[in-house]
């Protein structure tokens, strides 16, 4: 997430600072644990005939292979693993059978396409998925579950920060005596102690409604500390069908990937008073990412590993980065600095920071003044503890008081400082009571006075809409509100982006290319049209009632009838007096018809656009060619005839 306002020499000292420990703690590990017991593996009622076929234990399978499948290339260098526990067979890749009825479907690896295809197959495959789905008489523990995901975490990926168990089940108390519950708790603590996080998908049979409260409040925390925008997961319901696959596809995507901090600075609210803050963008623009270089010249393609060297324009000698120094233009002339020596002028303006400067009404932050993206602030208790309760008390001071910081803003070392507004923002949450936005504080750049555009002077008698345009736009808005009025950018993903993922997923794994991409921003006509099509013509009736009233009498001069003018001859350049009285003479020659080598010489000197529709219209009728349509069309009807005619 890098910002634009970077100056020259920035990036290359950004990447020495990187290395390979810090460049794999930025990867993500999930491991998918499926029960599969069964009743998890009872497929929906027959009867019910819009009941999709899949079992639980299916759908979730199906949701781990959709993720894979994205992930593959969104996140190229993220692990994903498989893990069934309950079945008949022990399997663990390796060859140990420590943690009975545990059988890694997929190693926790960075999948490639042959993982992605050997799961499809599987999918599609019900006689090899049975043999492999079978459960066990007694089941698998739970404590055992959770020493064997522990045991693939440390020792597939061990430098990574975020690593995640994603455990799908239906079964709200999977222990016998409480002494297993102890040691299953105890195992999760351990995870928690790696740095793993539990997320679980718990699922709700048509007889049985899952119950958290039983065990999981026990073992699963609601949210994980490196994770702080996070909400608990919805219950899905078996025997919905496709909609539990949607349901544990979209639950699973929010958890897929943490949300990664832009920034992790201090908040000075005073002197000697400082808070820890994290910045998150929530929305942000994704792009194609091109992740490596691969060389196809030998016999099979490699992966890329790329230098950079400096080379001297006269002796071509490679010149060693001890050599180099940076210099500014100045005058014709190039002054050159040392290393220290650019380091201060970068630091001239102090640490990166987020200092509050004062404090004023809501009302002095105009809607234009957000002129960059804004930036979600939440408390980290990191190097301050404490943070979150102050934090608190200052959101909700700002809330109550209606009133906003500003501040005082260095986002990160060498970076220009800004001011900004911090506006607090309240808890928002669904119908079902989950969290869509939690409390916190927005960060919005302020525009200094060069950022502002001057406003073009405003006419004597600026046109308005009347009272009745207005009421009938009303309705028509009215009509053309989104379910529940609120816009929800995940619904609709970026067609460019997922048209561009599609075709490389159908490459690597060797299918079928598509040939009509799937684009939700395309508006529903049919719909708009049967919601307000008869209001949206009423207004436009209106309008051209309301304008016509004005036009008359803003513009007299527009209701007088003018003489048309027929056609101008290509290499007629006279005053326009004079070329009124070769009117009559046009006119005729319209009537015999224009040749082809007349309309050719209109078309050489750019003047065929400007001979009106009656001379183009007669001269394709003249010729067989069909004369309807705009001038645009005729205009390229004649010039595709010239050109078939060799003019």
Known sequence: MADADNRPGEEEEEEEEIDETAYKTMKDAVLFAIDVSPTMLQRPKAEDKKADRDSPTSAALKCAYQLMQQRIISNPNDMMGILLFGTEKTDLKDGDSTFQHCYLLADLDVPSAQDVKRLRDMVENEEEAEQILKPAKDGASLATVLFCANQIFTTKAPNFSSRRLFLVTDNDYPVKVKADKDTAITRARDLYDLGCTIDLFPISQPDHSFDRSRFYDDLVYPSSPSDAIASTTKIAKSGEGISLLRQLLSSINSKAAPRRALFTLPLELGPDLRIGVKGYILIKRQEHAKSCYVWVGGEKPQIVSSSTSHMADDTARVVEKTELRKAYKFGGDAITFTPEEIIKIRQAFGDPVIRIIGFKPMSCLPIWANTNKATFIYPSETDFIGSTRVFSALQQKLLKSKKMGLVWFIPRRNASPTLGALVPAEEMTNEDGEQTMPPGLWLIPLPFADDLRQFPEQADKPLKTTDEL??????????????????????????????????????????????????????????????????????????????????????PHRGRATGKRASVEPDDEKPKSKRVKKEPKVKEEIGEGVSDEQMAQFNDKGQISKQTVAVLKQYLAARGKSATGLKAELVERVQKHLEGIGL
């Open 470 to 555: 207005t009421d009938k736009m009303r309705v028509i808005i009215e009509q053309l509100q989104l379910p529940k009025g609120v816009y929800d950018p995940a619904k609709y993903p970026n067609p460019t982006l997922q048209w561009f993922y599609r075709i490389l997923q159908a490459m690597a794994l060797e299918e079928e290319l598509p040939e009509v991409p799937d684009d939700k921003t395309i508006p529903r006509f049919k719909q708009i049209d049967k919601r307000c099509g008869e209001y949206i013509q009423d207004y436009g009736k209106e309008f051209e009632a309301a304008y016509a009233q004005v036009a008359k009498s803003s513009f």
